[in-house]
């Protein structure tokens, strides 16, 4: 099943030339506040903002320890997503041990909030 056609959907393009230097700055400011590059572009060009619930409607970047938490998160994902993998590839039972880690990985996710 192909994705759900959008009611506004992006097909117009525009470009524009940076120097090297230009797009690291961007690149970082994209990654201090968790965006991909194009969406944060987007964002600065039309004046949105990511958070729409806050009360001055500002995005705050996510602290260190935050980021370093996501990086650990994505890699724990990443190792749970090959042993789904092998085991279903190798038509083998999940281990016993996987649904008490996974109960604990959604707990610490909900600790966490959004």
Do not use: C
């Amino acid at each position: 099943m192909g994705r759900p056609v959008k009611n506004n959907p992006r097909d117009r393009q525009l470009n524009f030339s940076l120097t090297a230097e230009e797009l690291a700055t961007l690149q970082a400011r994209a990654d201090a506040v968790g965006m991909r590059l194009v969406d944060y572009g987007r964002g600065v060009l039309l004046k949105t903002r990511r958070s729409a619930s806050s009360a001055n409607n500002s995005v705050r970047p996510p602290s260190k320890l935050e980021r370093l938490n996501n990086i650990q998160l994505r890699r724990v994902g990443n190792n749970l997503n090959q042993l789904v993998h092998w085991h279903h590839r190798y038509r083998q039972p999940l281990p016993a041990r996987l649904e008490p880690l996974l109960a604990e990985i959604r707990q610490l996710i909900q600790q966490a909030g959004p």
